[in-house]
């Protein structure tokens, strides 16, 4: 099996930093797409920024020219740098990855979750 562990989440003024990393272990033949998404009180989970093996990035609009998304394809890592933030970038951000576990054969992962809080 796969698992995903979050760190980096925590309370931050506005206008600051915080930087999100997301490890992948397990039985891993190869990370494909890798991405964050978050998620508010009240409100739907949102594709935050992704990135592909390649390293093509996506990004919300939200958050373009604030945030980064970086990986390691060495270490299965996704990290999200996160500058200016603002209040309105508080939620629970959970990383996403599909995985190759096996010859032809993918699956789609979450990780357990961590907070960001904005103070403005």
């Known amino acids: 099996q796969v698992q995903l562990v979050e760190s980096g989440g925590g309370l931050v003024q506005a206008g600051g930093s915080l930087r999100l990393s997301c490890a992948a272990s397990?039985?891993?033949?190869?990370?494909?797409?890798m991405g964050w998404y978050r998620q508010a009180p009240g409100v739907q989970r949102e594709l935050v920024a992704a990135?592909?093996?390649?390293?093509?990035?996506n990004y919300a609009d939200s958050v373009k020219d604030r945030f980064t998304i970086s990986r390691d394809n060495a270490k299965n890592t996704v990290y999200l740098q996160m500058n200016n933030l603002k209040p309105e970038d508080t939620a629970v951000y959970y990383c996403?990855?599909?995985?190759?576990?096996?010859?032809?054969?993918?699956?789609?992962?979450w990780g357990q979750g961590t907070e960001v809080t904005v103070s403005s």
């Open positions: 996403n990855a599909r995985i190759t576990i096996a010859p032809m054969t993918a699956r789609n992962y």
């Open positions: 397990g039985t891993i033949f190869s990370s494909n797409t």
């Open positions: 990135i592909a093996s390649s390293g093509f990035t």
